[in-house]
């Protein structure tokens, strides 16, 4: 069974909401992404997001954004962050990876190809903002073809409204609901009515529901707990970890305390 799939589950059975961070390949540099994704682990996260740095993130704020554009100044590329995780699995971390990426990035290295490196290195799931439901054949048929090949997981919007049913059908992982309109960063400026719409992707899922954009605190999702199976952070953990210059145990600190009260 895949990881994502491994841990989720467990989560359900023990009636525990998943907790799922965002942080950007490369940023401050790989060694230390290394370092973060290690601490998180150690502090319980869910899973992690491995945002792969891309020259033009249309779905992201200007944090990440800006965290793209230093990781590439940086010299981070696609085959950087593969080594790096290969890296990580070599050393016996075990969290589920997903890579937060853009289709011309998968595009670019070959579909087969980048498929194949995933599996070696050990990428669990991809999530791809800017490749449609519709046009998904492609990545899903080489993907299909492939043991232990990742996740191609969903996300959904508040005006997905006449197309959640279809994309919810056979999601795998989990979907990720988007709280707000616009790009990440925004502070917890949910959509109007964003109970109305998770209760819809929540009642034709068949995987979790996860929410995302926003996010700070769990307080900022504990009116939809009800509702959702976790909670995403991106935007407001990289500048966390950009305030306290990328502190591991910064970055521990607030997984713990995010999980604890997200399940509390």
């Given at each position: 069974?895949n990881?994502?799939?491994d841990?989720?589950?467990?989560?359900?059975s023990d009636n525990?909401?998943?907790?799922?961070t965002?942080i950007?390949a490369?940023?401050?540099n790989?060694?230390k992404?290394?370092?973060?994704?290690?601490a998180q682990e150690?502090?319980?996260?869910d899973?992690?997001?491995?945002?792969v740095p891309?020259?033009?993130?249309?779905?992201?704020?200007?944090?990440?954004q800006?965290?793209?554009?230093?990781?590439?100044?940086g010299?981070?590329n696609?085959?950087?962050?593969?080594?790096?995780?290969?890296?990580l699995?070599?050393?016996?971390?075990?969290?589920?990876i997903?890579?937060m990426?853009?289709y011309?990035?998968?595009?670019h290295y070959?579909l087969?190809?980048f498929?194949?490196?995933?599996?070696?290195?050990?990428?669990?799931?991809l999530?791809i903002p800017d490749?449609?439901?519709?046009?998904?054949?492609?990545?899903?048929h080489?993907?299909?073809?492939k043991?232990?090949a990742p996740?191609?997981?969903?996300l959904?919007?508040?005006?997905?409204e006449?197309?959640?049913?279809?994309?919810?059908k056979?999601a795998?992982g989990?979907?990720?609901?988007?709280?707000?309109?616009?790009?990440t960063g925004?502070?917890a400026a949910f959509?109007?009515?964003?109970?109305?719409?998770?209760?819809?992707?929540k009642?034709?899922?068949k995987?979790?529901v996860?929410?995302?954009f926003?996010?700070?605190?769990?307080d900022?999702?504990?009116?939809?707990?009800d509702?959702?199976?976790?909670?995403?952070?991106?935007?407001?953990?990289?500048n966390l970890?950009r305030?306290?210059?990328?502190?591991?145990n910064v970055?521990?600190?607030?997984?713990?305390?995010?999980k604890k009260?997200?399940?509390?």
């Amino acid at each position: 069974m895949n990881r994502i799939e491994d841990r989720l589950n467990k989560l359900k059975s023990d009636n525990k909401k998943a907790f799922i961070t965002y942080i950007t390949a490369g940023l401050p540099n790989i060694e230390k992404t290394k370092e973060l994704i290690k601490a998180q682990e150690a502090a319980g996260i869910d899973v992690i997001e491995l945002g792969v740095p891309f020259s033009d993130p249309i779905a992201d704020g200007p944090v990440i954004q800006q965290a793209s554009y230093e990781a590439i100044c940086g010299g981070v590329n696609i085959n950087t962050i593969f080594d790096a995780v290969e890296e990580l699995r070599s050393e016996g971390v075990k969290v589920p990876i997903v890579f937060m990426l853009y289709y011309n990035t998968i595009n670019h290295y070959g579909l087969k190809e980048f498929t194949d490196r995933c599996i070696s290195a050990g990428v669990d799931g991809l999530l791809i903002p800017d490749l449609p439901y519709e046009e998904q054949g492609d990545m899903k048929h080489v993907l299909d073809g492939k043991e232990n090949a990742p996740i191609l997981m969903q996300l959904v919007s508040p005006v997905s409204e006449e197309r959640i049913d279809m994309i919810a059908k056979d999601a795998k992982g989990f979907i990720y609901c988007v709280s707000s309109m616009g790009v990440t960063g925004q502070a917890a400026a949910f959509h109007k009515k964003v109970r109305e719409y998770l209760e819809h992707v929540k009642r034709v899922a068949k995987v979790p529901v996860m929410m995302g954009f926003g996010i700070r605190t769990a307080d900022d999702v504990a009116p939809l707990k009800d509702t959702i199976d976790g909670a995403i952070v991106g935007s407001y953990f990289i500048n966390l970890l950009r305030e306290n210059n990328f502190d591991a145990n910064v970055a521990a600190e607030y997984v713990s305390t995010f999980k604890k009260e997200l399940n509390s």
